[in-house]
């Protein structure tokens, strides 16, 4: 029956997008009751697909589009649980943006805005092809721009929109010359019948008719798009800056849409990956290093948004870091990192949302002059700190069940490849995660208020939407654990799977790694310990933070500093490299170069005129002994045989 309705999953917030920018000053909340509808009947309609399609089945419906191409809808298992998180997610952030927004004079714009967003990442989702997946992915780039700069009259906000337009340009350069590759490595494959090129289906079926070294290349073009949108190392510059949108807009972004896109990019294409020799390895290791070097500038940011800002490029590296453990643990770690995702989008929404309730209640973003909070804010104190202890993997939060599994397959990694790098990265990663995530607890609801604010608790438009998405941080892990990744491992087959490994030349491990009881229990001990280490400097105060939270101390002044990513980004690539080499070369050939070549043919046919124009002269007499000499010169050449 739903099955029947799948376009209206993407149809609905189109509507409600048309009809909230033109009329949205004549509908409620100026059109925002339209975008909650929209975005509410698109998650009904995805979860009645889940619930028809569970356990291993899947709809596919498909439309000619350029003869060998096509525009389609696919929802296997993969498909169907994202669209459950994202409409779902996406809707609870609609309801709370009726009360969150409800001053700004730009509410029919805001609402339009989030449902052609919503629409984009629904559209992403559901593409049975990559080039169709290509068409919604840039135009979530599109909304994330229009989003981010909102405000765009604040010149931190325009700046911001600017830049994460910029720096995921340059990913989605690199998306589109993998999917330019991979067509000119299948266009001559025999196509099925009923297929199309582009279709993921085809791509699959085409990997052992293209070159290992041609799917390295692919494949790591693909994942430098995933790795623009999903905020890794090295293009995740643009995604703390994207705080400067209203705090929705935030939540959005960090945990529904755009950023999980990069991840279900490379989930979606997994069997090239895994038929890849080494992308998986790229993969797992930028994962792995990102969700360090992220949660180590997470510690020392004050402004309560960034800190979840950093927070969420971690987790999206750890994501990663699941994906890459594939070469050892096969498809299964499809189910894992989207698990993770899934949780992630739960906690991390609703971290956000809790934040933007501070803001709201307190009308301060500085966790310096907050503290003392929570006998005025208990409801979202609360719901904070179960997001908290989900975000660090506190059994039995979502978190804990996530995480745990990521790091066990780092685990069995290490086992088999002999190398636990990629665990070490996971239990470090835990420990930082869960020292910010306290520190930013313990500041803004501990202790007593280090300003004269005056606080009071959001409406309940805000507050009931932070309960829904508590009660899914803590049973949502206790509930799926068991079955979800069941329910994934029905989206790529078996022998697709052994194929790709073996193109690929991976082995995957028959048996699960079973690690010794101490390093089983660690994630659980480093995210109590982060516990323990906030709570004595930041509620007990233990220890005097003034002598190292100084700018004379170098490595707080680094992460302060953020590595000095600004100054190496803009000042040295953008401006020296870009500017003073790119630039002024193209200075050189454009003034040297081309206009050299133009001003040398005008020289040369200016000075045969100015020859013949001597040669001119007006007598008769000249010309007569031009006219002779001629006529004998050619005598000479038809005597000589040269003509």
Known sequence: MFQDFAYLIILLPVIAFVL????????????????????????????????????????????????????????????????????????????????????????????????????????????????????????VGLCSYLLIGFWYRKPTAAAAAKKAFLVTRVGDVLFLAGIIILYLNIRDFQIPDGAYLLQFQTMFAAIGHIPPSQLTVITLLFFGGAVGKSGQFPLHIWLPDAMEGPTTVSALIHAATMVTAG???VARTFPIFLASPDA????????????????????????????????????????????????VIGAEVVGVSMFHLISHAFFKALLFLCAGSVIHGLGLQDLRQMGGAFSKMKITAITMLIASLALTGIPPTAGFFS????????????????SMALYAMGIIAALLTSIYTYRLWFMAFAGKPRTNYHAHESPPSMTVPLIILAILALVFGLVAHGAFGGFLEHTYSENLIEDAAAIGGHHIATEHAHPPTILFYMPIIVGVLGFVISWLIYSKRVINMSSIVSKRNPIYNLLLNRYYQQKIY????????????????????????????????????????????????????????????GVVVLILLLQGGIL
């Open 570 to 629: 803009i000042e040295f690539i953008a401006i020296t490299i870009v500017y003073r080499v790119l630039a002024l070369l193209g200075e050189f050939i454009d003034r040297r170069i081309i206009d050299g070549i133009i001003d040398g043919i005008s020289y040369v046919i200016i000075t045969i005129g100015e020859f013949i124009r001597r040669i001119q002269t007006g007598v008769v007499q000249h010309y007569a002994a031009f006219v002779v000499a």
């Open 263 to 265: 991840v279900y990019l």
């Open 20 to 139: 909230t920018l033109f009329f949205g000053k004549k509908f409620p909340a100026n059109g925002g009751i339209l975008s909650v509808i929209a975005v509410f009947s698109a998650f009904v309609i995805s979860a009645g697909i889940l619930i028809e399609i569970y356990p291993s089945g899947c709809v596919e419906q498909s439309w000619p589009w350029f003869a060998i191409l096509n525009f389609g809808i696919l929802i296997d298992p993969l498909a169907a649980v994202m669209l459950c998180m994202v409409s779902f997610v996406s809707f609870l952030i609609h309801v709370y943006s009726v009360g969150y927004m409800s001053h700004d004079h730009a509410k029919p714009r805001y609402f339009a805005e989030t449902a052609l967003f919503t629409t984009a990442m629904l559209g992403v989702v559901l593409s049975d092809n990559i080039l169709q997946f290509f068409i919604f992915w840039e135009l």
């Open 403 to 418: 995480k745990d599994a990521i790091i066990e397959g780092t685990y069995a990694y290490g086992i088999h490849t002999g």
């Open 280 to 327: 998986l390895t790229v993969v797992a290791y930028i994962g792995g290093f990102t969700a360090i070097f992220a949660a180590t500038m997470g510690l020392v940011m004050n402004d309560i948004k960034r800190v979840l800002a950093y927070s969420t490029v971690s987790q999206l590296g750890y994501m990663m870091l699941a994906l890459g453990t594939g070469i």
